[in-house]
């Protein structure tokens, strides 16, 4: 079994390896267009094809578990097989399967009169199997490329098979199942299978399959035990070869879309000549057009003179020889001069002002409501601020008990009830900024209740 093993690791690996060295050398493939005039026939197209797979073949499958079958310890072996198929439509196809190889197994279910199985094990070698399937492309159209590089399928079909049973008994000795002729079977059975190709280079896909083989009989593994039919499952992976033209694409990997593309550029080649002769016209037509354009501005210059400039023309400049650098208004004449700002000072009683605030503004406990006697300062601060138009910055703390982001959020809220106070009390909004700071800056230490106190603060700032 282990050589076997290995030889369907090797087959594998050499096909990938393959694979890779071939999609090197079909970048320009995949880049261009492969035109064919959308909505023609079958003829236009590669449309057969021939694949070879070679992969594991054993009596284990999806569908129910070992335990239930005849001999509990499916084992995995070789197998082989080709095909050669004929796509009808994009998405559908018939191929004609071959496919041989070997089954084996171990340990036999017990028997009905014994809690011991009358058989060790059990060796089937599969001579061929024959049948006719659909293969059904779930996906080959691409709206972002040129091409469609991956076709996932489904098939399903009939056949029939030839196979030679032969059982090894629990005292060694080995016989066929069929003990009449030459030991083989002949039996129908139904081939169902899900794969996926990947177009490796023109005209040649690696195909990766799954398949599952349901028997009409129960005789494969030479033991008939239970109610249902013997299964076998097949996974592959093999290489297709397109038959036919070398320069027409595969039916089963064209994407329809890619053409329909080509063939309105093409039919718009002749469109586009007409319109260059169009536009060549219509350039000369502009550049008279901006002759004219020109001398109509040269006459506008003449309307648009500033002689004093102040930026309003002549035409309309009722005070003509303002001096310059003077702010005029919209007719030429200039604005009243108005007198500069008054100077306002903060004094010492200003900032005692302040710093009373300051000293008596309380908030309750983890809250952003402030204490009842604390308006009074705050009452003082705002007229402070109304009567000399002076600015507030305001600027919340907190200790470092709890999450930096808690902090942060209160002493912000903190900061904005000082604000909202002062406004209420007729202060302009865009005389105060608020932001809060949380635990950062502390001006004691956090260890101890008094030192937390002092961090718990909102700072005024005047200027």
Not at 226 to 253: C, I, M, V, W
Request: charged content about 20%; aromatic content about 8%; some cysteine.
């Amino acid at each position: 079994m282990k050589l076997q093993l290995k030889r369907v690791s090797l087959l594998m690996t050499g096909l990938l390896a393959g694979g890779q060295l071939m999609a090197q050398s079909t970048d320009t493939l995949h880049t261009s267009t492969e035109y064919v005039k959308p909505f023609s026939g079958n003829g236009a197209y590669s449309t057969w094809s021939i694949g070879i797979n070679g992969g594991i073949l054993t009596p284990y499958t999806i569908f129910g578990s070992n335990r239930r079958q005849d001999f509990t310890s499916p084992n995995a072996q070789f197998g082989y097989g080709a095909y050669i198929k004929d796509q009808i439509t994009p998405a559908v196809g018939i191929q004609a399967n071959f496919l041989a190889g070997k089954l084996t197994g171990d340990h036999g279910q017990p028997d009905v009169s014994t809690p011991n199985s009358p058989f060790e094990n059990f060796s089937t070698r599969l001579h061929y199997s024959a049948s006719l399937s659909a293969n059904v492309t779930v996906g080959n159209i691409s709206w972002h490329d040129n091409k469609s590089a991956i076709q996932p399928y489904l098939t399903a079909g009939v056949g029939t098979m030839n196979y030679t049973p032969v059982v090894t008994y629990a005292d060694g000795s080995v016989s066929n199942f069929k003990l009449t002729g030459d030991g083989s079977i002949n039996e129908l059975f139904l081939p169902v299978g899900i794969g996926v190709k990947f177009n490796i280079a023109r005209g040649i896909n690696l195909d990766l399959g799954y398949q599952v083989n349901f028997v009409y009989a129960d005789n494969v593994d030479g033991f008939n035990f239970g109610p249902g039919n013997d299964r076998f499952s097949y996974a592959h992976a093999g290489l297709e070869f397109a038959l036919g033209g070398h320069g027409k694409p595969q039916l089963a990997t064209h994407n329809p879309v890619s053409s329909m593309r080509t063939e309105y550029m093409m039919e718009n080649h002749a469109t586009r000549s007409e319109l260059e002769a169009q536009i060549a016209a219509q350039k000369a037509q502009n550049d008279q057009l901006k002759a004219q354009l020109d001398a109509a501005n040269a006459n506008f210059a003449k309307l648009s003179q500033d002689s004093d400039g102040d930026g309003v023309s002549d035409v309309f400049d009722k005070c003509p020889g303002t001096p310059t650098g003077t702010k005029v208004d919209g007719s030429g004449c200039p604005l009243p001069v108005t007198k500069p700002d008054t100077k306002v000072y903060i004094t010492e009683q200003d900032r005692r002002v302040v710093n009373e605030a300051v000293r008596n503004l309380e908030f309750d406990f983890n809250k952003a409501t402030i204490r009842e006697h604390s308006f009074a300062s705050l009452d003082q601060l705002a007229q402070l601020l109304t009567t000399k138009k002076l600015n507030l910055k305001l600027a919340g703390y907190t200790d470092n008990v709890g999450s930096t982001a808690y902090n942060l959020r209160l002493s912000e809220d903190r900061a904005a009830a000082v604000k909202t106070y002062l406004v209420g009390k007729g202060v302009p909004e865009s005389q105060i900024q608020s932001e809060g700071h949380g635990k950062a800056n502390p001006i004691a230490t956090n260890k101890t209740a008094a030192g937390r106190q002092q961090n718990r603060r909102v700072e005024f700032t005047l200027f």
